[in-house]
């Protein structure tokens, strides 16, 4: 089944004018493609069929060659409190991919991947342990933020969008695969068919510095967000071994351009591990570090993995470590941590469906 499955064209690959070019190609006008896009886009559509605007045999031969949901369900698991919900999604060639979504009060959140594993291998993270497969299409990407739209719906305001956040957040490190992410951006922030915000949508980073500095040159509006979880290269290059090729200063220095080129305020990511990375001197450090340049600090008290020696910071530590940032005058907030009892933690739901031969 995943055989045929890979023939099929994954109509989220196209942009709106490529959308048009494979069109002609089959001898409609341009105004089908108009339509088709927003079937796509805009209607969400899961099958040909509600396409009721295109004629018979478009719809016909799209069922024939297309796939309207590349993506296959695995598993869903949802959180006791109904908040979260965590989705293993199997590609057309059988490779598995997690998306997470968060409903808050007024917003609901798309946590989406952008590979099949993870080449960074951080320390702390299950992605990371279960090795790198492959990069994923631009379709694949915006396939996941289509799927999770729809499952939104319900929890939506009738005149509202579904989705009010995309976070590229998920399974792998984005700018290691920036041509397919930017390509989905540029489909997903059409003003003609999805319509998200650019500042709507976070990029997530371990600190791949050429993937900064490429990304400060972009028109988008996108947010940024750097996994950086150590304030000095010591720790780093043990909790994430790509501050080896990039250490603490480059990325500071990354960081700076980027900010000078979009005046935009960064955020910084930081799990915060027991007795590993959550001293008030580290917090001092962290401060020291991004003295002068427009941060948020985001901390999160880490996912507990199996086979894992780090645990969360307890709240006395994170307490501490948060007075530490304020004092020196270092914006920061305390994530709140959903989603534990579904393994809303990149790779952990994943790590339980590999075979050996995945690892």
């Known amino acids: 089944m995943s055989e045929d499955r890979t023939r099929l064209l994954n109509l989220y690959e196209y942009t709106r004018s490529e959308l048009t070019e494979l069109l002609s190609e089959w001898g409609q006008p341009a105004y089908r493609a108009e339509q088709l896009w927003q079937w796509l886009y805009e209607h969400l559509a899961a099958d040909f069929a509600e396409m009721t605007n295109l004629p018979r045999q478009l719809r016909d031969h799209l069922a024939r060659h297309a796939a309207i949901q590349p993506l296959r369900v695995l598993e869903e698991l949802v959180s006791r409190d109904q908040l979260t919900r ?206 002068g340049l427009p941060v948020h600090v985001n901390l999160i008290p880490v996912n507990p993995v199996e086979d894992s020696p780090y645990r969360p910071s307890p709240p006395s530590r994170v307490k501490v470590f948060v007075e530490e940032l304020e004092r020196h005058h270092i914006p920061c907030s305390v994530r709140l941590r959903r989603g534990l009892d579904v393994q809303a933690g990149c790779g952990q739901l994943r790590s339980r469906h590999l075979t050996p031969t995945a690892s």
């Open 86 to 291: 965590k989705y293993l999604l199997e590609l057309p060639d059988g490779e598995t991919i997690e998306s997470v979504l968060m409903l808050y009060e007024r917003r609901r959140t798309a946590c989406i991947s952008t590979q099949v594993g993870c080449p960074i291998r951080c320390d702390f993270c299950a992605t990371g342990k279960s090795g790198f497969r492959r990069n994923l299409t631009a379709g694949e990407i915006v396939a996941q933020v289509i799927y999770i739209a729809r499952a939104a719906r319900p929890f939506a305001p009738a005149d509202a969008r579904p989705l009010t956040n995309v976070v590229y957040m998920g399974m792998g490190e984005p700018l290691l695969n920036l041509d397919a992410v930017l390509k989905s951006l540029r489909i997903l922030t059409d003003p003609k068919g999805f319509n998200m915000g650019d500042r709507h949508i976070t990029i997530s980073t371990a600190g791949v510095v050429p993937g900064i500095l490429r990304l400060a040159e972009e028109p988008m509006q996108v947010r940024l967000a750097i996994s950086l979880h150590a304030p000095t290269d010591e720790l780093r290059d043990k909790l994430v071994p790509l501050n080896r090729r990039y250490p603490i200063a480059q990325v500071r220095q990354a960081l700076q351009t980027y900010f000078e080129h979009t005046g935009r305020r960064i955020t910084i990511e930081y799990a915060l591990i027991k007795e590993v990375n959550d001293h008030r001197a580290q917090a001092a450090e962290l401060a020291q570090l991004f003295a």
